[in-house]
């Protein structure tokens, strides 16, 4: 049974702040860990103004990963990596603590690459202690876009898919994000107001809601935009 708790924001600007110093607090804890960062736009203010920081908190045994990234080449404005680079020149981090979609390998490849970096991070026994997630409109998450992504996943860490806008893209999966220790949601925008609601019902034909279905305990951070009108 999944426990959903949910937090709501008067706005984006005080979701944004709070997601900021949750970041902060995590990476500054010492210890070996994992840290999950979603893509999108809702979290990208939370990392820049944590980047931008006068004192940006460290942690040498900190390793980063992705919940998913788009196959495109490094340096395009589309790749979650390419995005999060600021905040991970920041942290200072050794490059095999950053584990990251290798989108210069054909796509399978990619995605096989990627499932090892997660496999040899499950073996050395760094937890994931935190990780990010979007909320798609559509009710997506990560780049699991509906029940033949999910029924693909089964027994792997990651996915290559095909995304609805024509991209391909790696995905982590419902096995990945059972490993997580403190999913969390991160959501904003009237956009999503309904995929909120559905995530806050339970609902289990949401994709996002069975991709986290192994998950004991989940959070749902949401700004007044996409937060339901309550009945």
Request: proline share 8%.
């Given at each position: 049974?999944t426990?959903?708790?949910?937090?709501?924001?008067?706005?984006?600007a005080a979701?944004?702040?709070?997601?900021?110093e949750?970041?902060?607090r995590f990476?500054?804890?010492?210890?070996?860990?994992?840290?999950?960062?979603?893509g999108?736009s809702t979290?990208?203010?939370?990392?820049?103004?944590l980047?931008s920081r006068?004192?940006?908190p460290?942690?040498?045994?900190?390793?980063?990963l992705?919940s998913d990234?788009?196959y495109?080449?490094?340096?395009?404005p589309?790749?979650?990596?390419?995005?999060?680079?600021p905040l991970?020149?920041?942290?200072a981090?050794?490059p095999?603590?950053?584990?990251?979609?290798r989108?210069e390998?054909?796509?399978?490849?990619?995605?096989?690459?990627?499932?090892?970096?997660?496999a040899?991070l499950?073996?050395?026994?760094?937890p994931?202690?935190?990780?990010l997630?979007g909320?798609?409109a559509?009710?997506?998450?990560a780049?699991?876009?509906?029940?033949?992504?999910?029924?693909?996943s089964r027994?792997?860490l990651?996915?290559a898919?095909?995304?609805p806008?024509g991209l391909?893209?790696?995905s982590v999966?419902?096995?990945?994000l059972g490993?997580?220790?403190?999913?969390?949601?991160v959501?904003?925008?009237a956009d999503?107001?309904?995929?909120?609601r559905?995530?806050?019902?339970q609902?289990?034909?949401?994709t996002?809601?069975?991709?986290?279905?192994?998950?004991a305990?989940?959070?749902?951070?949401?700004?007044?935009?996409a937060?339901p009108?309550?009945?």
């Amino acid at each position: 049974m999944t426990t959903l708790e949910t937090r709501r924001f008067a706005s984006r600007a005080a979701l944004e702040s709070a997601l900021e110093e949750r970041l902060a607090r995590f990476i500054a804890a010492p210890g070996a860990a994992a840290l999950m960062l979603s893509g999108g736009s809702t979290p990208l203010p939370a990392y820049r103004a944590l980047a931008s920081r006068a004192r940006v908190p460290r942690n040498p045994q900190l390793h980063v990963l992705f919940s998913d990234d788009r196959y495109v080449p490094v340096d395009s404005p589309a790749s979650n990596y390419r995005r999060i680079e600021p905040l991970l020149a920041a942290l200072a981090l050794p490059p095999a603590s950053v584990l990251r979609v290798r989108t210069e390998l054909p796509l399978e490849e990619a995605a096989l690459d990627y499932e090892r970096q997660l496999a040899g991070l499950a073996k050395s026994a760094v937890p994931i202690g935190l990780g990010l997630l979007g909320l798609g409109a559509d009710g997506h998450t990560a780049s699991l876009f509906g029940p033949a992504d999910l029924e693909r996943s089964r027994g792997r860490l990651a996915l290559a898919v095909s995304r609805p806008d024509g991209l391909s893209a790696v995905s982590v999966t419902p096995e990945l994000l059972g490993r997580v220790g403190e999913p969390l949601f991160v959501v904003a925008g009237a956009d999503k107001r309904d995929a909120a609601r559905a995530l806050l019902a339970q609902d289990p034909r949401l994709t996002a809601w069975r991709a986290v279905a192994a998950c004991a305990r989940v959070e749902l951070w949401v700004d007044e935009a996409a937060a339901p009108t309550p009945a």
